[in-house]
């Protein structure tokens, strides 16, 4: 399937808090933009995949939100893998046009918790909320403590995400935190819970992402503008919570990236821009040793001295990523490859030939990669 289809357009919402915004309204908003920038009509469209807002779960939301983008695709579903959905429904609209299910399809993701109600991240986690298992943060700081624990890095390593994060998120005129910070802000900022810190976090946002997926050679005869190829895909997951995993030091990330790199004839090196899901900085080290960038324990060494900054070795989230973009789980980071691949990028990395996304749900459940190539 490598360069077979195509991301063909994307479109976003602004990002940050948008009070009287539903998420229907913010899917419309992001879906009509994203055909714009393909090119596409409305009526093209055969297929439509939606993550399920995080915050307010409603039964038949593909269908819903299908009547209100007045289609009526041949085929669709709403995905409900946390942060992974948004690359699996790439992947899922990829293998539907392969078999002939469908032509063009929609892929978006819309959410309002910044406005609405954040009651989700902070939710009891079953018979251990006695305990202290609350909100989303207590599952990472507990990986976070683990790695630690196993690995010993130095704090500034996890800073070093931040940073970086922070640093392109400034530059971004679209993103919802523009202030950057230095190692000396992160290493004095509060917990929020022990290990992390305030800036290890990322933000809790209002927004809607889209991506037109069609084949290649739908897209040469419809004269598409700027199509970007999909290269590879993978996937990994877990059903264990964190209590019954035998190690927290690892994730389905490692699975997910083999199966992707496979696909796509590539190995790490190969990667020049990456846009890894940093949902908390703990994420975005594991990662990087998950998909053979370092050895396990190597992530403090590898972000060092900026090779994860602009200009570095290998940038990452170069819009800023979810610690400074948008919190909104997952396919921003796909519309930043989109745009490194085309060359159009605010934080553009030079010579951009081949970008890694990776998306990841629930407490390191599951994980999804996409790589896109020029």
Wanted: proline letters at 6%.
């Amino acid at each position: 399937m490598r360069g077979k289809a195509v991301i063909a357009g994307i479109g976003h919402t602004a990002f940050g808090k948008q009070p009287g915004r539903d998420t229907v309204s913010l899917n419309v908003e992001a879906c009509r933009k994203a055909l714009d920038d393909a090119g596409v009509p409305k009526d093209a469209v055969d297929a439509v995949f939606v993550k399920t807002p995080t915050s307010a779960r409603e039964l038949m939301y593909g269908q819903k939100l299908a009547e209100a983008l007045g289609v009526q695709p041949r085929m669709g579903c709403a995905l409900d893998q946390g942060g992974a959905a948004n690359i699996t429904g790439i992947m899922l609209a990829v293998m539907a046009i392969e078999a002939g299910q469908c032509e063009v399809a929609l892929c978006c993701y819309a959410d309002n918790p910044r406005s609405g109600s954040r009651q989700v991240y902070a939710r009891p986690r079953g018979d251990d909320a006695a305990y202290g298992w609350f909100s989303t943060a207590a599952g990472y700081a507990m990986i976070h403590q683990a790695y630690a624990q196993r690995y010993k890095p130095p704090p500034e390593a996890f800073g070093a995400v931040a940073v970086a994060c922070r640093a392109n998120g400034a530059a971004n005129p679209h993103a919802q935190l523009k202030l950057p910070i230095t190692m000396d802000q992160y290493m004095s900022a509060p917990w929020v819970v022990e290990p992390l810190r305030r800036d290890d976090c990322c933000l809790v946002s209002d927004g809607a992402a889209a991506v037109v997926v069609m084949s290649a050679k739908r897209a040469r005869e419809s004269g598409v503008p700027a199509p970007v190829p999909i290269l590879g895909f993978g996937q990994g997951q877990t059903s264990w919570e964190i209590a019954l995993r035998p190690d927290l030091t690892t994730t389905e990330a490692k699975r997910a990236a083999a199966t992707a790199f496979a696909m796509a004839g590539i190995v790490p090196k190969d990667v020049d821009v990456a846009q890894i899901y940093d949902c908390f900085t703990i994420t975005v080290l594991m990662t990087l040793e998950d998909y053979g960038f370092c050895p396990p324990g190597g992530a403090a060494e590898f972000v060092r001295d900026g090779r994860i900054a602009l200009g570095g070795d290998l940038p990452i989230n170069t819009s800023g990523g979810l610690l400074s973009e948008t919190g909104m789980p997952g396919l921003q980071l796909v519309l930043e490859g989109v745009r490194q691949i085309r060359g159009t990028a605010v934080s553009q990395v030079k010579g951009a030939d081949v970008a890694l996304v990776t998306n990841q749900g629930g407490t390191m459940h599951t994980h999804a990669t996409l790589i896109l190539g020029s």
